[in-house]
């Protein structure tokens, strides 16, 4: 008996080490069944064989990406061309030149923002929310407005003036605005003096003064009277910049 259990002591002994260095090797894969980055030769995996999405972006070093494969979409994951859909607005930065644009938001739509395309300012826009914009043929500007660049044909009396200037889109000027313009160059007012819009007293019921302007930019004053005796002059209109 002794014998024999001697004769099975290598094959024993080697079964033993075998059955050791399984269960060993078992032991080392179960703690080493993670890999890290450290145990992958740089280059040796090719990028078919990365699940998509199993790389964060932080994890990508700038510009290790070509431009060209972001711009042919040669990239699976990478589209071509990105829509609106897929960018976050709140990660852009105002685009360039759009501060001269934030007075915009008081537009109703696009649509009326149309004729300022081309405006580098808002001088140069031809219309604003549908309205001409600038001086008309024989008009001048002067102190924001547009100021009729000649007398009235005939004269008038104040009231009639008015209305006349009235159906024009315009007004009868101030008597300091109207001596202020008086002597602007290649400017001349009628030889009789014209009109202002300044009432300068009442004398009665539906009688009194208004203003008037003498070429020489003097403010003198005429007389109106619904009962009596007017006096007539000439007049100029201003017209708003906007009609």
């Not at 070509?66 to 897929?86: D, E, F, H, I, S």
């Not at 100021?147 to 008015?162: E, I, L, V």
């Not at 889109?169 to 602007?184: C, E, I």
Request: aromatic share 6%.
């Amino acid at each position: 008996m002794s014998q024999g259990m001697r004769r099975n002591g290598p094959a024993v002994a080697l079964a033993a080490m075998a059955l050791f260095v399984a269960l060993g090797g078992s032991v080392y894969a179960a703690t080493k069944g993670r890999i890290d980055g450290r145990a992958v030769r740089a280059k040796s995996l090719p990028g078919n064989r990365l699940k998509l999405h199993s790389v964060a972006g932080n994890r990508l070093r700038p510009h290790s990406i070509p431009a060209a494969a972001l711009q042919t979409g040669v990239l699976g994951a990478v589209p071509a061309t990105l829509t609106g859909a897929q960018i976050d607005e709140g990660t852009l930065g105002q685009v360039p030149r759009a501060t001269h644009a934030e007075t915009a938001d008081f537009a109703a739509s696009a649509d009326d923002a149309q004729t300022a395309l081309n405006a580098v300012n808002a001088v140069d826009a031809q219309t604003v929310n549908g309205h001409s914009a600038g001086c008309q043929p024989g008009t001048q500007l002067f102190a924001g407005a547009c100021w009729q660049a000649s007398p009235s044909f005939a004269p008038a009396t104040a009231p009639q003036a008015a209305i006349e200037c009235a159906k024009q889109g315009g007004t009868l000027p101030t008597a300091l605005d109207l001596a202020a313009f008086a002597v602007q160059p290649n400017v001349k007012l009628d030889e009789g003096g014209e009109w202002s819009s300044d009432i300068v007293s009442f004398t009665g019921k539906n009688a009194y003064a208004v203003a008037t302007v003498s070429p020489a930019g003097v403010v003198e004053s005429g007389v109106f009277n619904a009962g009596g005796s007017s006096e007539s002059f000439h007049y100029r209109c201003v017209i708003p910049l906007v009609v």
